[in-house]
């Protein structure tokens, strides 16, 4: 319990940072008119290619035998990727909306 609570305290700037960005992306996409809401979080799933290219960077660099690193660094892999293709199968489904009919 005592390495909990000192990590939570090593890292308290982090913890602020994310809660703070997680406040700011809500204020940021709740001004988001309806109309641009889903093209632009479709557009946002694709910045999750970083995601899995940090993934990858990791499961690289990992120790031998650390198996548990390796399974979550697939898993980042497997769901960044789930992120990117719904992201652009979203975004051509809105797109496909605006077409004109023949």
């Given amino acids: 319990m005592n390495e909990i609570l000192s990590f939570f305290g090593d890292n308290k700037e982090t913890f602020y940072f994310v809660i703070l960005s997680i406040f700011v992306g809500i204020e940021v996409i709740g001004g988001v008119p309806t109309v641009l809401h889903t093209p ?3 557009g946002a799933n694709a910045i999750h290619g970083v995601v899995i290219i940090g993934a ?3 499961m690289l660099n990992v120790e031998e035998g650390n198996y548990f690193a390796l399974a979550l660094g697939f898993l980042a892999v497997v769901l ?3 992120n990117v293709v719904g992201g652009f199968v979203v975004t051509d489904r809105m797109l496909e909306m605006f077409k004109k009919k023949k």
């Fill in 40 to 42: 632009l979080m479709s």
């Fill in 56 to 58: 990858i960077h990791v």
């Fill in 80 to 82: 960044g990727t789930l």
